[in-house]
């Protein structure tokens, strides 16, 4: 029995791995089930019995991916030597885990009105780890000395994700666009880390 479920789950992480990348290369709507199929000579109906159509897959994928970058920041916990490089690290990783998988959040683009409960819940988990990271750098300077004691560091974070997404909100809008073209993502990135700069020396002053 043991031997069929790690069966179930080489074929199921094979699956994911496949429709990544269909997924990655030519986006949400132009990839079919019958093609990610065909890339793992299954039948159709094989595919069907793991995921029962391509939004479930989509979401089991971005969970995987979800997964990828939430290891990434829990590595890196406690391990920074200042606020600035915790910060900029944030950014940094956040804005290449968006270049590189581009493609892949055309779903957003196509659905951002009307994104599944589900897909809000991985952004929160996302969201909540990214917060984490930062506010322990916060306290860990605190504990140094380097900084001045922050009375609520988690706000603070919050407040300041806030304004990181402002700045993605700011640029899209001026440009009419709902989801920012691969081309506009350096410049909010840099708009970013400026604002991080600004927000660093304030809790350093």
């Known amino acids: 029995m ?3 479920n790690d069966q ?3 074929k199921r992480e094979k699956i994911l791995e496949a429709s990544h990348q269909r997924f990655l290369h030519y986006g949400y709507s132009k990839t079919t089930m019958n093609e990610i199929a065909g890339d793992l000579s299954m039948s159709k109906a094989l595919l069907y019995y793991y995921f029962p159509d391509k939004s479930q897959l989509y979401i089991a994928v971005m969970r995987k991916l979800a ?3 939430l290891k990434t920041l829990e590595n890196r916990l ?3 030597t200042n606020l600035k490089e915790a910060f900029t690290f944030q950014v940094n990783t956040h804005h290449e885990f968006i270049v590189n998988n581009y ?3 055309d779903f957003f683009r196509l659905n951002e009105q009307n994104l599944p409960e589900t897909i809000w819940q991985i952004v929160g988990e996302v969201h909540g780890a990214e917060l984490g ?3 322990n750098a916060i306290k860990s300077e605190v504990a140094k000395g380097a900084i001045k004691p922050v009375e609520n560091p988690d706000e603070v974070v919050d407040v300041l994700m ?3 997404h402002g700045i993605r909100v700011g640029a899209i809008s001026q440009k009419k666009s709902n989801f ?3 081309e506009h993502l350096e410049e909010i990135h840099t708009k970013k880390l400026l604002l991080l700069d600004i927000f660093i020396r304030g809790l350093m002053a």
């Open 103 to 105: 493609n892949f959040f």
């Open 8 to 10: 179930q789950d080489i």
């Open 180 to 182: 920012p073209r691969k």
């Open 78 to 80: 406690n391990t920074f």
């Open 162 to 164: 806030d304004a990181l």
């Open 67 to 69: 997964a990828d970058y």
């Open 2 to 4: 043991a031997a069929a």
């Open 133 to 135: 990271l930062l506010s």
